[in-house]
């Protein structure tokens, strides 16, 4: 059961994080194409997020029969917080990206590379 409240917790939080008012500045023009500190940090808060959580979600009990119903899960949420924050630009100050989605699905693949005897495992 505690797993199960693990794993809740941190999809809440995550959830929360990526859904929260970020107000970030306009770039100047001439700053426009560059790599900032800041947006590489945030990318590679993407990927880890996504890593852990993949590695949260092998660790929950449930049956070999629904554990493509938990990859489902993480691909739809990557997809669906992404949407939220499009539709909520004017509030929370981001807009959605495809390419955030795409990153957010490395950190899966990089979960399910760490665990993947967990992911393999006959029923219990």
Do not use: N
């Not at 990526?18 to 945030?42: K, N, Q």
Request: proline share 6%.
């Amino acid at each position: 059961m505690w797993r199960w409240l693990t794993w809740g917790t941190y999809v809440i939080a995550w959830t929360v994080a990526l859904e929260v008012p970020v107000p970030i500045p306009p770039a100047p023009a001439h700053m426009a194409a560059e790599v900032t500190l800041r947006g590489l940090f945030s990318k590679f808060v993407h990927v880890g997020a996504y890593t852990v959580l993949t590695l949260l979600s092998a660790w929950l009990p449930v049956s070999a029969r629904y554990r493509w119903l938990i990859v489902f899960f993480l691909a739809a949420h990557a997809t669906g917080t992404e949407i939220l924050q499009t539709a909520l630009q004017e509030y929370c100050g981001r807009g959605g990206s495809l390419y955030d989605v795409g990153l957010d699905l490395v950190g899966m693949a990089f979960g399910f590379v760490i665990t993947w005897r967990w992911w393999a495992r006959p029923d219990m």
